[in-house]
């Protein structure tokens, strides 16, 4: 089981890069995904997020209207598109795939994963 984040680089502001966040041995429709990040010097924070079922977004209000988070169910793989790159985006980034359950005595069991970060450098 795991969760595989990729797609970071270096560009220039104003330029796009598209993340992508790929499961491999679970089924990504099944769980919300959220896409983080971290500057140096920085907490991590959340910058999108998608839920399971009706594919509900949401993002951070320094991001809304240059980041669109999707899926792809067949290729099991959400994206993050990343369109006018600012130079304060640049941090790792790392998605995290959650999940609930109930187990057999019916309590709730909360399951997730993270994947590796991958980091955007935006600079001139």
């Known amino acids: 089981v795991q969760l595989q984040a990729c797609g970071g680089g270096l560009v220039q502001p104003g330029g796009s890069l598209r993340l992508s966040c790929a499961a491999f041995g679970f089924t990504l429709d099944y769980y919300a995904v959220g896409w983080f990040r971290q500057a140096p010097g920085k907490e991590r924070e959340g910058v999108s997020f998608?839920?399971?079922?009706?594919?509900?977004?949401s993002y951070a209000n320094s991001v809304k209207g240059r980041f669109t988070i999707s899926r792809d169910s067949a290729k099991n793989t959400v994206y993050l598109q990343m369109d006018s790159l600012k130079p304060e985006d640049t941090a790792v980034y790392y998605c995290?795939?959650?999940?609930?359950?109930?187990?057999?005595?019916?309590?709730?069991?909360?399951?997730?994963?993270w994947g590796q970060g991958t980091q955007v450098t935006v600079s001139s």
């Open positions: 995290k795939a959650e999940t609930m359950y109930y187990n057999d005595y019916g309590q709730p069991v909360v399951a997730n994963y």
């Open positions: 998608i839920s399971t079922g009706d594919g509900r977004t």
